[in-house]
């Protein structure tokens, strides 16, 4: 345990101050608004104390074109002092469902932005001050239909594509430590199914239970040096299967709860020889 301390302190202060104004005319609703954020980590498990100011403007908002069609449209832009760039990032929305129907449908497509933490940055045992924000750009879109009267039951299938650049992964290092990196450009196509269903049996007894499952492959999309053998592989740590279920019930005033959660095999390297079973 040779460079570490025996006496680890942290002292991480934030403050943000935010302002807005939210209007309605007609079709449109709008929330447009500043923040600013400044934020102070110091610890003796960190090379140097961090400290990162960050403003903002945001505007987002809803437009009914008809009863069933209804749009989401924001823009937000963020500075990062000690990175010392800023970051763009919007988002477009679509929600349809046909009049009178049970049935909806969605779609969304927008960019993110995610700055490397304080601990990504500079822990100095494995810290990566070189470290790169990642940029995404992502497509979704699904459809769903609620029926409550029927004793409460909804689905929903979605699927979405994340396209992302310098995406940030711990993996372990050399040295033992978990160390932070960055992947030139990665790509995840995901589909989820959620079910639910509930509602009273009794006036004393009710029971709801939900089940959701995801089929994800995420890849590296392309090498990061030449002759990357690594490149089209999936990424480690990352399960392509993923699924939870739940159960609750009560009566008169006693409740219970059942939760199951199950993780597929997910591989441990980026050359994917070496796999972790499924929990």
């Known amino acids: 345990f040779d460079g570490l301390s025996k006496e680890s302190y ?13 209007f309605g005319e007609g079709i449109l609703t709008n929330t447009t608004g500043a923040s600013f954020g400044i934020y102070d980590l110091r610890s003796n498990e960190l090379s140097g104390d961090a400290k990162r100011y960050q ?18 449209p924001s823009l937000r832009y963020d500075h990062y002092s000690d990175l010392r760039t800023g970051a763009l990032t919007g988002n477009f929305g679509i929600n349809f469902r046909p009049s009178g129907s049970k049935m909806y449908f969605k779609g969304r497509i927008g960019n993110n932005f995610s700055a490397p ?7 100095k045992n494995g810290g990566n001050p070189e470290l790169r924000p990642e940029r995404s750009v992502n497509v979704s879109f699904g459809a769903g ?81 030449s002759g ?13 299967w993923t699924s939870k279920a739940g159960l609750q019930a009560s009566y008169k005033g006693i409740s219970g709860n059942f939760f199951y959660e199950h993780i597929g095999e997910r591989f441990a390297t980026f ?5 972790l079973a499924s929990s």
């Open 10 to 22: 942290y002292k991480n202060t934030g403050f943000t101050g935010t302002g807005e104004v939210q």
């Open 55 to 72: 403003p903002a403007v945001y505007t987002a908002g809803e437009v009914v074109v008809t009863n069933a069609l209804r749009i989401f």
């Open 117 to 123: 933490t304080f601990n990504q940055l500079h822990w």
């Open 145 to 225: 239909f609620d029926a409550k009267e029927f004793a409460g039951l909804g689905m929903e299938l979605s699927y979405s594509y994340i396209n992302t650049s310098d995406k940030i992964v711990w993996l372990p290092g050399a040295n033992g430590f978990w160390t932070p990196g960055n992947i030139r450009s990665t790509s995840a196509d995901e589909v989820t199914v959620i079910a639910n269903a509930g509602g009273e049996i009794s006036r004393s007894f009710s029971v709801s239970a939900n089940f959701s499952a995801t089929y994800n492959t995420t890849r590296k999309s392309e090498p990061d040096f």
């Open 228 to 240: 990357d053998v690594t490149s089209g592989n999936y990424l480690p740590y990352v399960p392509r």
């Open 271 to 275: 050359t994917n020889n070496i796999s």
